[in-house]
């Protein structure tokens, strides 16, 4: 499996492997081990919005439940995610063109369409269907090591949870 293979699946079902939103933390904890909670979950426990990181995945928490799913994405450096998420290895490197994110989805048969909210200047971003996973690309800086600085590269992958995402309510 590569990172492509992760980004692919998770833009196509909203899920990375096991995870997905509405599921309880204990269980994501339960697969994943211990995350590293954000500093303001240190300060107010039950806090919400606030994600728990697995090196570049994250999960943020609502209500004790996963809110949203992210990995981020250092373009010229190396991601690293969780074996639970990427087996074999623990860094990736992260480096992905636009152009090759949306080949791979079109080729997974995947359909997604420019999400206006977050197109602006040079950050361009796409929404996949049904899964409604949002891919964001940006232009790196002259200081980012880069093969082509001009051409828009993958920074974020993220999914929060939708109404029929959220869990049952306890009655």
């Given at each position: ?118 197109t602006f200047g040079k950050q361009s971003s796409i929404l996949t269907h049904p899964a409604n996973v949002c891919a964001v690309f940006f232009t790196r800086g002259r200081d980012d090591h880069v093969p082509h600085r001009e051409r828009p ?19």
């Amino acid at each position: 499996m590569t990172l492509m293979n992760v980004l692919v699946d998770f833009a196509r079902t909203g899920r990375i492997g096991p995870l997905h939103c509405g599921m309880p933390l204990t269980e994501a904890e339960d697969l994943l081990g211990p995350g590293r909670p954000h500093p303001a979950i240190r300060l107010i426990p039950d806090i919400d919005g606030y994600p728990h990181a697995w090196n570049d995945l994250e999960l943020s928490v609502t209500r004790r439940l996963v809110s949203g799913i992210s990995i981020g994405l250092r373009p010229g450096s190396t991601t690293k995610l969780p074996p639970l998420v990427l087996p074999d290895s623990e860094s990736y490197p992260s480096t992905v063109l636009r152009e090759d994110l949306i080949a791979a989805l079109d080729a997974a048969d995947c359909r997604h369409d420019v999400n206006d909210r977050l197109t602006f200047g040079k950050q361009s971003s796409i929404l996949t269907h049904p899964a409604n996973v949002c891919a964001v690309f940006f232009t790196r800086g002259r200081d980012d090591h880069v093969p082509h600085r001009e051409r828009p590269y993958l920074g974020a992958i993220h999914k929060h949870a939708t109404t029929s995402d959220a869990a049952p309510t306890p009655s």
